[in-house]
């Protein structure tokens, strides 16, 4: 990237959120992202593969950290308090740019074919999250349901935080969210 | 359906999930099926919309059945038990078909479409159990908590059920698989 594009990369993230948010995903062009952001449609497909990508790039990072917590972890922790140890780091991240996080989800509520996309990413996160489980040792079904339960959490956390329901940090709502969890699923047995 | 057409629907399905299994989902057409089942593409047109729909059209029975059964249970059940409940009800319908469910799933796991397409369908089994919860008075997060944990049991259970590790009844692999849960998110809270 030459120096005459400072940031390049984050302005077309930018005017793509701006533009998404005001116009909707579907309604907006390459074109008019990099016009927004000052620079060529050449300089856009250097940074992002498509108009999609410019939502979900930081997917392969998010997993890879998750991952690496949960292998990288002491061997007397708890897999769900590991996992959600992990979400809670995560959720430290994306509460950074809080606004950038919301706006995002925005455009993805409003778009079936994004919602698809944000399913899939996740199912995908969980199913990586139960194989660094099981590396550690943990046998299934216990691996899958405590992953699978995790990333369930970490969706609903993530919905009530980003609705704005309340100024709780992204993290505590992931923790205060596991505990209702432990509430909801620990009645009597039949 | 004329009566010249004895079970067509079920001879197509057949037909389909012979050829998918056999061949392959991507490269089996209509005719194919069509064909196998001794009937004509135009009757297949009249019963399905499209190959794929021959593997999801239970979805909507299904989701029917689960939600009715939420919100017709009696007032003293917790909604975990109760989503449990009818998981397993659900459980006993699919295994009076075993080799059915475990042929289609044989098929969706081959085909990366097909699994976003079957992860689309439980997302929105998942926002339905939610809202028969909320209609029930379940206050969120709780109802959202306790559906998606809900889907994500039966989702491990179905897949060591199908995988054929051992000779229990679907029903009882959910009901276990609950039980586990509990033991996997009860430990020490921080």
Chains 1, 2 share one sequence.
């Not at 008019?32 to 992002?48: P, S, V």
């Amino acid at each position: 990237m030459g120096r005459w594009e400072p940031n390049a990369r984050g302005r077309l993230a930018e005017a793509a959120l701006d533009l998404y948010v005001e116009h909707g995903f579907d309604q907006t062009t390459v074109a008019d992202i990099a016009q927004r952001a000052g620079l060529t449609e050449r300089t856009f497909f250097r940074h992002y593969a498509d108009k999609r990508e410019v939502l979900f790039d930081q997917s392969g990072a998010l997993e890879a950290l998750l991952v690496a917590r949960v292998t990288d972890a002491g061997a007397d922790v708890a897999p769900i308090d590991l996992i959600i140890a992990a979400l809670e780091e995560a959720g430290a991240r994306i509460q950074e740019e809080p606004e950038h996080a919301r706006r995002r989800q925005t455009v993805i509520d409003a778009n079936p074919t994004l919602q698809e996309r944000e399913l899939i990413k996740l199912a995908a996160l969980a199913s990586a999250l139960a194989e660094a489980l099981r590396q550690r040792g943990v046998a299934d079904p216990a691996a899958s349901l405590t992953a699978e339960t995790g990333i369930a959490v970490f969706r609903v956390a993530f919905e009530r935080w980003a609705a704005g329901d309340d100024r709780t940090g992204l993290p505590q709502v992931i923790r205060d969210s596991l505990g209702q969890l432990r509430i909801a699923v620990g009645g009597e047995s039949r």
